[in-house]
């Protein structure tokens, strides 16, 4: 990839952010033939795009706030992200637990509305249930006042691995995708943006890349981006944080989620099977200094333990939780409400006299619909050739290959075969493979967004942490202090996802 940075004299787009909307731009501009630049500071979904609810949702909560537009958009988008990535997404029963008949009929309206919306895209007819089949679906709901359920049907998804494949398929279309390369200012020429000036965070090199028109998608990071343009833009970001627990599926067997739809501070409140674990969130708290590594604050810990007890008869302590970790959303201001919980999910696009196109906003389930606005309007104002986006239909990633290759690692070297941890599935030959083809850099790579192993269960990451680390540096032709400073500084992290 840095070769490829080196030889090309222009690009047609570069992209600045390798979260999930910057690589799905991407992933559009090369598969529409665009040469295609994208560049992340830290590793690809380091941020927002690795911390989600594990929801591909038309979103229930914006049809409560009469957001019509924004539901049929998600849910038209959930369709085509379960069909386009079916090995990294599935169709997930949720139970609302109801504790009065009122709430029965007003939330099985509501959710028949949310199937009409669906349409033939629909995943699943809503039912309502009695109080004996919603103690069936969910074993360990508190039956005190509960008046019965509703049943209806979303998506869920791995969204770091997701965001991985979005990666290499923009690379099969001819992309240059590159992690650990920050954008350290812009060149311009009568004053607009003809270039971008880069930094090699790993190495310490420096770039020029030329481009005809440049995409901001950094997330909770868009000011910081409008403003290395234009020093006097106002901020338009007004992030929010969302916490998640880690337990295991043994406080909710079944195959069921569950979803409270108002909580204290008017959030919906989500227990969430995923990859064989629960979890549960999620919080929304204004922050007003933006991090890459946000910390979760003892009140929004306190707030998902109290809320989660309130409803199920298994309590769960902080002993029981297997990681924790917080994630940022860029919500777009706008006046009017105060509370975060309250500001729309839709995306926004601003284009800046120096033609820099920032796409912000918006919610993992619309990521391929906001990089296609992007693109189309990063081609239009560059006045570059017209040409049509095919995203829709384009299957994301590259699950048989991946399979057949670690398949192939196994053969050539037996012990790669072996588990890295006994009570996780995780094989040595996916650290190889993750390195090898998937730009695992550091030890935090991998072990959180490669394998997700440190958001399943910290402890268990810190455990392996040595091992995996030896694997890497063998790959990599590092040595013995790299392995060791790798451990340590990994150890240093996942203190953050452990609840002491």
């Known amino acids: 990839m840095l070769q490829q940075l080196s030889q090309t004299l222009q690009w047609d787009i570069i992209i600045i952010g390798g979260g999930a909307t910057g690589l799905g731009a991407a992933v559009d501009a090369a598969a529409r033939g665009y040469r295609t630049l994208l560049i992340e500071q830290y590793d690809f979904s ?6 989600s609810t594990k929801l591909v949702h038309g979103g229930v909560r914006y049809l409560e706030q009469g957001n019509i537009k924004l539901v049929k958009e998600a849910l038209r988008e959930r369709s085509y992200l379960l069909r386009n990535a079916p090995h990294l997404t599935s169709v997930q029963p949720f ?4 504790f009065s008949w009122w709430e029965k009929w007003y939330y099985a309206i509501g959710l028949k509305i949310y199937d009409l919306l669906s349409g033939k895209l629909s995943l699943g007819k809503t039912q309502v249930l009695s109080k004996e089949q919603t103690l069936a679906h969910l074993p360990t709901i508190n039956t005190n006042k509960l008046a019965g359920g509703i049943l209806y049907f979303d998506g869920q998804f791995d969204d770091s691995r997701l965001c991985m494949d979005l990666a290499v398929t923009a690379a099969n279309h001819g992309a240059t995708i ?8 812009f060149i311009k020429n009568k004053a607009k943006i003809s270039g971008v000036l880069l930094s090699d965070t790993i190495t310490g090199n420096e770039y020029t890349a030329t481009a005809k028109a440049v995409i901001n998608a950094t997330g909770v ?12 833009k106002h901020n338009i970001v007004s992030p929010s944080q969302g916490i998640h627990l880690v ?6 067997p079944g195959t069921d989620a569950m979803m409270i739809p108002k909580t204290d501070d008017g959030r919906v409140l989500f227990a969430v099977p995923w990859h064989n674990k629960v979890v549960l969130g999620t919080t929304d ?3 007003e200094t933006i991090e890459i590594e946000p910390k979760p604050l003892e009140e929004e810990i306190e707030f998902i333990l109290t809320h989660i007890n309130r409803y199920c008869t298994t309590e769960i302590v902080r002993t029981d939780v297997k990681s924790i970790f917080a994630g940022l959303r860029p919500l777009v201001k706008i006046s009017g409400p105060k509370r975060t919980a309250l500001l729309a999910r839709d995306h926004t696009l601003v284009v800046a006299p120096s033609g820099l196109v920032t796409i912000t906003g918006g919610k993992w389930t619309t990521y391929r619909k906001m990089a296609e606005d992007a693109v189309d309007n990063a081609v239009f104002i560059t006045k570059q050739e017209k040409r049509t986006c095919i995203t829709r239909t384009l299957p994301v990633g590259h699950a048989a290959e991946r399979l057949q290759e670690i398949g192939k690692l196994m053969m050539d070297e037996p012990l790669l075969g072996e588990r890295i941890h006994s009570s996780y599935p995780y094989q040595k030959a996916e650290i190889v493979y993750a390195v090898r083809y998937e730009m695992g850099v550091i030890l935090e790579d991998v072990l959180a967004r490669r394998i997700r192993l440190l958001f ?21 032709g590092k040595d013995a202090n790299w392995e060791k400073e790798q451990v340590n500084s990994f150890n240093t992290l996942a203190k953050q996802y452990l609840l002491s």
């Open 95 to 98: 139970v609302v637990p109801v």
């Open 46 to 51: 380091k941020g927002t795009s690795s911390r």
């Open 178 to 185: 590159l992690n650990y390369c920050r954008a350290s200012g």
């Open 456 to 476: 399943l269960d910290a402890g268990a990451a810190v455990a392996v942490a040595p091992i995996v680390a030896a694997l890497m540096a063998k790959e990599l």
């Open 221 to 232: 990071f868009t000011d910081a981006v409008m403003q290395m343009d234009d020093a006097a």
């Open 247 to 252: 337990v295991d599926r043994s406080f909710f």
């Open 285 to 287: 708290t204004p922050i």
